[in-house]
């Protein structure tokens, strides 16, 4: 029999405030155990917190980039358990009136990915266990999270791994968080049924808890998938469970099940008022939103005519993206600027982190002004690539290469006698030529460039070979 | 509504307190007299909670929402002054096997 994959992911997501959710402390990642923290944040008796505006704000932003409807009247709740991680004993989270509803992340197919909910809640503290003991760090504790809570549309560990990338571009975007799986900005719990094809009900499902990487994600769910078809098929059932990832053995193994479920006893939060959010607050975040990524890759590819799979190697990383546009504002050709782009800025910046950060020394006017000299043919590309290496690695700008005198154009005289030298150097070529192949006289613009150091302009080259050759 | 001794003992757990078998037996009763004095609410209200609701729900402004602004932290010997803290750290009983 053939089986279904039914999965819904909630995504953790922490914000990047410079305060925690209901405190001044500061959301530093790291520091010393325990000195990011307040009365506030580890709970003593009587403290009260206060909600951060741009927690709210946040959280809005990333409603309104999935598509969400944003509940402008919300409360926050109390969630009850009992653990260290957790100083007042409850988390204060949202239950019954999210921030956020019925969105939707679009995979590249076209298909979408429901999004039920977003709601905002604080961080636990970080647990180290060591020898008999816990030890606990409230650093993290009360760092604002947006927890975003997916449909069970996720059918295969390709599009889970596709809805998580989506997700980490839309939030990188506009600017919530940097989405760090490895530093825990980001992390995902997954839900996941299998049923028979063709069956209108769910199976049991189970959830795997806290996955930090992508990959793990998906070896977690193809693991978990062909286990819970092997239960199935000998006969047995289906537990509802928690479930953790094993990294080394690639297996799951079961935390608790639902017979030991909690019970959140979740009731109002009664130190922090109900917000109420202006109308026009939500109109305000959502015209400050920038183009969004799904958007802006049509864009490139549409209206702008670049290659799709350049394209996608450019929208991935939004101050690449800005950078480029910058230089298309200032005159430079869209099909020069993202070669260069592409074929030689990215060859300095190796890594993913390296390219989403994009720091190198080249501002946007001197690549505008180095693809402009390109765009109308008084340097050739082998040139430009050349010289913009060498900007990226020693931060001068192009002038510092390209002296005037080099692309003044060589004077007319100069020009034609290499064009001379080229018609009279290629016979070959020049006979293909007049006998129609067109594609021949590619050879005689060789020999200008080499001649010329890449220094001419092959258009002007151009019209003196055709004179010379056609009279 | 009747409170057992199971439930006191739970509690106390929780709570991390100790608690003798004479205490908890008179514990009992005198949570269920507690009980019954908070379930007066209940019946003042004839069971329309919407009502409790609403004084929940009083509203905050968006103006008076918290500015994102920093402030210090207190010092690791302030916050960890109740414990005798390891390293920066607050031990406890080891949670996971």
Redesign the interface.
């Known amino acids: 029999m053939k089986y279904r994959l039914v999965s819904g992911l909630e995504t953790h997501v922490e914000l990047a405030?410079?305060?925690k959710i209901f405190?001044?402390?500061?959301t530093a990642f790291g520091g010393?155990?325990?000195?990011?923290?307040?009365?506030v944040c580890?709970g003593q008796p009587g403290a009260l917190p206060?909600?951060?505006?741009?927690?709210?704000e946040y959280a809005i932003r990333a409603g309104l980039a999935t598509h969400c409807t944003i509940n402008t009247?919300t409360?926050l709740d109390r969630k009850n358990y009992?653990?260290?991680d957790l100083p007042k004993?409850y988390q204060i989270s949202q239950f019954d009136k999210p921030l956020c509803e019925h969105g939707y992340v679009e995979l590249e197919s076209g298909k979408r990915i429901g999004i039920t909910r977003i709601h905002i809640e604080e961080d636990a503290g970080k647990?180290?266990?060591e020898?008999?003991?816990?030890?606990?760090?409230?650093n993290r504790g009360g760092v604002p999270l947006i927890e975003i809570v997916s449909e069970p549309d996720i059918s295969s560990p390709e599009e889970a791994k596709e809805y998580v990338e989506k997700l980490q571009l839309i939030m990188r975007y506009i600017g919530v968080s940097d989405c760090k799986m490895q530093e825990g900005s980001m992390r995902c719990d997954v839900n996941i049924s299998v049923m028979p094809e063709g069956a209108t009900e769910f199976g049991t499902r189970t959830e795997i808890k806290n996955m930090n990487s992508i990959s793990y994600i998906e070896k977690a769910m193809a693991y978990e998938y062909e286990r819970q078809i092997e239960v199935i098929e000998g006969g047995g059932k289906i537990v509802q469970a928690t479930l953790r990832y094993d990294e080394h053995t690639g297996e799951t193994s079961v935390m608790r099940t639902k017979e030991d479920a909690q019970d959140y006893r979740y009731f109002?939060e009664?130190d922090?008022?109900?917000?109420?959010?202006?109308e026009s607050?939500v109109e305000e975040i959502k015209n400050s939103l920038p183009e969004l990524p799904t958007d802006k890759l049509h864009r490139y590819i549409d209206e702008l005519k670049i290659n799709p799979a350049t394209a996608k190697l450019l929208y991935k990383y939004k101050r690449v993206c800005d950078f480029a546009e910058r230089a298309f504002a200032l005159g430079a050709g869209v099909k020069n600027t993202v070669n260069l782009i592409v074929g030689t800025l990215y060859s300095k910046l190796e890594t993913e982190e390296d390219k989403e950060k994009f720091v190198l020394p080249v501002s946007a006017d001197e690549m505008a002004a180095l693809v402009k000299l390109v765009d109308d043919g008084k340097i050739n590309i082998t040139l430009a690539q050349k010289t913009l290496s060498a900007m990226a690695e020693e931060g001068k700008p192009v002038s510092a290469y390209i002296k005037p005198e080099d692309i003044a154009g060589m004077d007319d005289g100069e020009l034609e006698s290499i064009c001379r030298q080229a018609v009279e150097a290629n016979a070959g070529a020049v006979a293909d030529f007049k006998a129609g192949k067109e594609k021949a006289i590619f050879a005689l613009y060789g020999f200008v460039k080499k001649a010329t150091q890449g220094k001419a302009d092959i258009k002007k080259a151009d019209e003196i070979i055709k004179k010379l050759i056609l009279g | 509504m009747s409170v057992t001794q199971k439930e006191i003992k739970t509690l106390a757990r929780l709570s991390r307190l100790e608690f003798s078998d004479g205490e908890i037996e008179k514990f009992a009763p005198e949570f269920e007299e507690i009980i019954e004095f908070a379930n007066k609410i209940n019946e003042q209200v004839e069971g329309d909670t919407g009502s409790i609701r609403e004084v929940v729900s009083r509203t905050v402004k968006w103006e008076d929402l918290r500015e994102d602004e920093v402030k210090e932290s207190l010092p690791n010997e302030k916050i960890t002054s109740n414990v005798q803290a390891e390293g920066g750290y607050f031990p406890v009983r080891r949670v996971v096997k």
Do not use: Q
């Open positions: 405030t410079a305060t405190c001044g402390c500061t010393s155990p325990n000195t990011h923290c307040c009365p580890t206060v909600l951060n505006k741009k927690v709210v009247t409360h009992c653990y260290p004993a647990l180290v266990h020898s008999g003991f816990t030890y606990v760090d409230y109002p009664p922090i008022l109900t917000v109420v959010i202006p607050k």
